[in-house]
């Protein structure tokens, strides 16, 4: 079973606090960057850091993206 739990630290010893709860084996540290946003801007935020992935893929050479032709033609 799993718990999930936000902490919010509001100075500049996060990241020592952080740094010492992911010293623990049973605590994973997940970072969320929509995390406190609601509605339209959780799915904006949620699309652009698809693309950013996309982006990466590509230029890996995992990704193929579409060529200009293919995307005038889709129109």
Known sequence: MENIIT?????NKAKKVIQSL????????VNDPTLGLT???????KDFLS??????????GK???KTL????NEL
Request: proline share 0%; glycine share 2%.
């Open 63 to 65: 990704l193929k993206l």
């Open 22 to 29: 992911a010293e623990i084996k049973f605590i994973q540290i």
């Open 39 to 45: 509605g339209k801007k959780k799915k904006q935020a």
């Open 69 to 72: 032709d293919q995307l005038i």
């Open 51 to 60: 693309a950013l992935q996309q982006a990466k893929l590509a230029e890996q």
């Open 7 to 11: 902490i919010k630290i509001k100075d």
